[in-house]
Structure formats: C-alpha cells, structure tokens
C-alpha cells in the first residue's frame, strides 16, 4: 500500500536549500573569507551556494557513514579524512567484531576512491587557524557530521561552524560540544528523514560534484591554498 506523504517540503532542491542556508550565514561575509567545506555528495551543491554567496572558497570533506548490517538506513558510525572514525552506541545491540569490520572495509574504500575521483592531484584547502563552515544537505542522526567535525578539529581551525538547511532539533543540539556554532534555519518535529523537507532530491552524480568543485576552485585558488584573497587581475 502506497503510504501518502503529509510533510510539507520546505526546499525545491538543494540548490534552493543553498541560498536560504547561505541567508542564515550571512553575518560570516569578511576578509579573510571562510573556507566552506561540503560534505559530498549531496551536501555540495547546498555547500557551493554558500559559498558563492559569502565570497568563500569551496572544498570537499570526505566523509562515509557506517550502516548497520542489515539495516543500512541506521547509521552505527562514521568515518572521515584523516583516520577519524566514530561509533555511535546502540543499546540492545550486539554486533559481531567480523560484520563492522567488513562495513568498515568497504566503506573506507569508497572513501578513498571519493578522494582520488574528486580531487585527482588537487591538494586539499587548509584548515589550520581558519574560520571553517561545514555543510551538508541535512542533518539525521548527526554520526557523519560529528566525524567531519572531529577530524576538521584536527587541523586546528580558528571557528567551527556547522551548517545544513534541515535537521533533527536532537542531533542539531548534540554537535554542540564539537563545533562552535550550529546554525540550521529549519528544525521540524517530528522529523523523520532529511528527504522528506525536499521537492526534488535525486542522488547527486560524481560529475555533478567534479564540475561544481571545479568551478569553486578555478575562483579561489589561491584562498583555498593559503587563506589569502587572489590578487585582483591587472
């Protein structure tokens, strides 16, 4: 039986999403600008309209969820770049060591092959003491987040800020001990999926996140390198 859809959608996709976010950051616009990482896939194109809008850099942050076994919707971790792993406890749960290492090894597959097919031979943006907007197209249980967030910590940035259009209010409150700020405009209870609160959400393509990165980075490469404006055209 086909079950009919109550919520409302409050995004017409993420490219909309994008620039409502970047209104919600706007206070951020300044020299130095921030350096806007996205989570890909899907948090790139929201992340590259915040970008566009607050005169930032843009980046990739490579991060993978971990899905239960047999229940691959429930996130019982993450991974991130840099080795950053983190586990999320589930109560009742006992997982046998053989099955987690077997989602950790396809999973931290992908992320390496999303970093070669993403990047090819562009460095990464240094995060070290900059202001850092980590953006993603939604926020569920937070576990993919809170490991992009840990490992961006790592690089030792000025400020933390963690940005998505929609988000579960519980998870949005429980990234607050790992970032300076969370800002996200839209909060719905109950909330049930990220998905549900967009009018057109397919999954975001490989090409679709090379061509949008490439255009990020051919504006501000050398913002992305070493933190400091181009130097205007003569």
């Not at 980590?134 to 933390?160: E, K």
């Amino acid at each position: 039986m086909m079950r009919l859809r109550t919520e409302t959608p409050v995004y017409r996709d993420r490219q909309h999403a994008g620039r409502v976010l970047a209104q919600h950051l706007a206070g951020h616009v300044g020299q130095p600008p921030p350096l806007v990482l996205a989570l890909p896939r899907g948090g790139v194109a929201v992340g590259f309209e915040v970008a566009q809008a607050l005169h930032a850099p843009l980046d990739i942050w490579v991060v993978r969820k971990l899905g239960l076994p047999g229940h691959e919707e429930y996130a019982m971790g993450a991974i991130a770049s840099g080795g950053v792993r983190v586990m999320n406890p589930l109560p009742g749960m006992d997982l046998a060591p053989e099955a987690v290492a077997r989602v950790l090894a396809k999973e931290e597959a992908e992320l390496s092959r999303r970093e070669r097919v993403y990047r090819g031979d562009h460095p990464a943006a240094s995060v070290t003491g900059r202001h850092v907007i980590l953006v993603d197209d939604g926020l569920a249980t937070g576990a993919t987040m809170r490991a992009a967030a840990l490992a961006v910590r790592a690089g030792h940035p000025s400020r933390l800020t963690i940005a998505v259009p929609v988000g579960a209010r519980d998870s949005c409150a429980s990234l607050a001990d790992v970032a300076d700020e969370v800002v996200c405009p839209f909060m719905p209870e109950p909330f049930r999926a990220v998905g549900l609160w967009y009018e057109h959400m397919p999954q975001a393509s490989d090409e679709e996140v090379r061509h949008l990165l490439g255009q990020a980075w051919h504006e501000h490469v050398r913002e992305l390198r070493h933190g400091r404006p181009a130097s205007p055209a003569l």
